[in-house]
């Protein structure tokens, strides 16, 4: 769009430029934002476990690569994939993987925007995405998803929160490992999506993730004492529900209501 002789860029078309560029840098931000072990066994159990309602079913990724590790890796097998991403350079990351490795089921990939999808009414049993969400015009993608998705079909997303402090304070010291418009889903956000979804959501990352980036600087590794005690206690935490929103990472796990 051009206003005044500007060429002004929608939220759509400022991901894609930064994507397509590959001028993201996150390697800084990673090193120091490390997850402790305990927390990385226990959220790929949940998405393990969940993710096999996918096996022989129409399933939709927002996004072209998650499919590679909650899919492929686990030995999951659905009827047919279907992989959307509005970035070129990021389709193709998992267009080369799919033809470089022996793939056992379908895959479809296109060049499409998630906030405006181009499928049909209740085409797809289940919907999933690693990391994505939060790109995304939650309210917009959400009630696409709800048209999309077949009754009694299931969602799984797997996204940043961001109400944890730690977490506000490092992406405050690293805006180069982000995009402007992306945002960690909040809890406003969690109720935009029960509306249209029952969830059962998973929480993880609440004194671990202080534990977990101090370890990893001092210790060069992220499975000690400090990291086994603060999952412990985050275990408990979990337990009063106000206190999970302030936990570093979500899964959330939904099964379409009933219209």
Request: hydrophobic residues 40%; proline residues 3%.
């Amino acid at each position: 769009m051009i206003v005044r002789g500007v060429m002004v860029m929608n939220r759509a078309e400022r991901e894609k430029l930064i994507y397509d560029s590959g001028s993201m840098n996150r390697s800084s931000y990673e090193k120091i934002f490390q997850r402790s072990i305990i927390d990385t066994e226990y959220l790929n159990r949940i998405i393990s476990k969940n993710m096999t309602y996918a096996e022989d079913k129409e399933v939709l990724e927002l996004g072209s690569n998650a499919w590679i590790g909650y899919l492929h890796l686990k030995n999951i097998r659905p009827k047919k994939l279907y992989c959307i991403n509005i970035s070129k350079r990021e389709l193709d990351i998992g267009i080369q993987y799919y033809k470089n490795n022996n793939i056992s089921f379908s895959v479809e990939f296109h060049l499409m925007d998630a906030n405006n999808p181009s499928f049909g009414e209740s085409q797809f049993d289940f919907i999933f995405g690693g990391a994505i969400l939060h790109h995304l015009d939650i309210e917009v993608a959400i009630k696409n998803m709800s048209h999309l998705i077949r009754p009694n079909g299931k969602i799984l997303f797997h996204e940043p929160l961001g109400d944890n402090p730690i977490a506000k304070i490092i992406r405050m010291l690293t805006p180069f490992a982000r995009t402007r418009d992306e945002r960690p889903i909040s809890i406003k956000d969690l109720h935009q999506i029960e509306k249209y979804f029952n969830c059962s959501n998973y929480f993880c990352g609440g004194i671990s993730t202080l534990t977990a980036m101090a370890t990893a600087i001092v210790a060069k590794r992220t499975n000690t004492v400090a990291d086994r005690w603060a999952s412990s206690v985050d275990k408990l935490m979990s337990q009063i529900p106000m206190l999970s929103y302030f936990y570093r990472e979500i899964i959330i796990n939904g099964s379409k209501r009933p219209t």
